[in-house]
Nanobody, 123 residues
Framework: GQLVESGGGSVQAGGSLTLSCDASKERSEYYCMGWFRQAPGEEREGVAAIDINGRTVYSDSFKGRFTASEDKPKRTVYLHMASLKPEDTGVYYC??????????????????WGQGTQVSVSS
């Protein structure tokens, strides 16, 4: 299924952004949807995920500042990012998978990826 992100941009440290991810398939088609971040020269890092029951998980780096949510009828998941830091800069990818076979933060477990949206945080 296709995933399309939007909402990236440039913001000063301390600011907020909300990313959206529109899925071409029904939300029920995926066990888990989430977000990864990739900074230049770094590997993709799990940010947050939300499972089919609405339970959310976050990496420690983003816990308390970022919030994952969804609107199932709209087939859209969101990532609200607050108190942004320069180290949050990177390309943010929306991901989805049907099975819960691997840890949520393992990028290899997601067969579905969006094209990515750039988030740049200046100090």
């Amino acid at each position: 299924g296709q995933l399309v992100e939007s909402g990236g941009g440039s913001v000063q440290a301390g600011g907020s952004l909300t990313l959206s991810c529109d899925a071409s398939k029904e939300r029920s088609e995926y066990y888990c949807m989430g977000w990864f971040r990739q900074a230049p020269g770094e590997e993709r890092e799990g940010v947050a995920a939300i499972d089919i029951n609405g339970r959310t998980v976050y990496s420690d780096s983003f816990k308390g500042r970022f919030t994952a949510s969804e609107d199932k009828p709209k087939r859209t998941v969101y990532l609200h990012m607050a108190s942004l830091k320069p180290e949050d800069t990177g390309v943010y990818y929306c991901v989805a998978k049907r099975a819960d076979a691997f840890p949520w933060y393992n990028p290899a477990s997601y067969p579905n990826w969006g094209q990515g949206t750039q988030v740049s945080v200046s100090s």
